[in-house]
């Protein structure tokens, strides 16, 4: 927990719900611990598809496909949503969920590690959603930038690491010490990179917002 915990519970509190469908998908995936999207970021990432309003998007691991799901019940706009997923055991169930949903013409899932498929993809999106394997998103930012367009926006979920992310990597456990040197290195591209405009934000387990300066 980066922020205090009664604030988050406070701010949760405010929560206005999902649709049934992704309450349904939401409830299954914690019954069954698999890592979603935590409230306040849901909350954060209906607000910048308002505020956006992008006709393609990206996303980098798609779980159970709850993220991709509230994606297009959210965007404001008829959308086309890729997403890549590299765990062969969520696969299925995110076909499924993208079926119940009604979404699965509007979703592509594809299969596969996200260091190999990046590269195959040439057209440029308006919003890409980075919640893949923590310790690739510095391996993945070349062609992530390659691919969000003039006017898009990226997004990088848990990026803080519940505040270990500030901790001296010999604070950090020993199996954690890689994932921790590469987020850290993440966040130093992003918000040096002079081409663009990042800002960190202590939002459920920390999110980057980043655009291109103009």
Same mark, same amino acid.
């Given at each position: 927990?980066?922020?205090? /915990? ?5 701010? !949760?509190?405010?929560?206005?719900? !999902? ?8 409830? /299954?995936?914690? +019954? ?6 935590? %409230? ?18 990206? #996303? ?16 404001? &706009? ?7 997923? !590299?765990? /062969?055991?969520?696969?299925? $169930? ?8 009604? %979404? ?26 980075? +919640?893949?394997? %923590? @310790? ?12 969000? @367009? ?15 992310? $500030?901790?001296?990597?010999?604070? &950090?456990?020993?199996? !954690? ?11 130093? #591209? *992003? ?9 960190? *934000?202590?939002? @459920?387990?920390? &999110? ?7």
């Amino acid at each position: 927990m980066i922020v205090d /915990e009664r604030l988050v519970t406070y701010i !949760n509190s405010l929560d206005t719900g !999902n649709t049934s469908i992704l309450d349904q998908i939401e409830q /299954e995936a914690l +019954d069954s611990y698999v890592p979603i999207i935590r %409230k306040e970021m849901q909350q954060f990432l209906k607000l910048l598809l308002a505020m956006k309003r992008p006709m393609r998007i990206l #996303e980098v691991g798609t779980a159970v496909g709850f993220s991709a799901i509230l994606m297009a019940e959210y965007d404001p &706009v008829p959308c086309e949503i890729t997403t890549i997923e !590299n765990y /062969e055991k969520r696969i299925p $169930i995110a076909k499924e969920n993208f079926i119940r949903a009604g %979404k699965e013409k509007q979703i592509t899932l594809l299969e596969g590690d996200a260091a190999q498929i990046l590269p195959t993809l040439t057209e440029s999106y308006d919003f890409i959603f980075m +919640d893949a394997a %923590k @310790g690739q998103y510095i391996h993945f930012m070349p062609d992530i930038l390659r691919l969000l @367009g003039s006017e898009g926006t990226l997004v990088s979920d848990n990026v803080l690491q519940d505040g270990d992310i $500030i901790e001296s990597r010999f604070a &950090v456990t020993r199996r !954690n010490r890689t994932i921790h040197k590469r987020m850290r290195e993440y966040l130093y #591209e *992003l918000t040096h990179d002079e081409r663009l405009v990042t800002a960190v *934000l202590p939002i @459920g387990d920390g &999110v980057t917002v980043s655009t291109w300066k103009k």
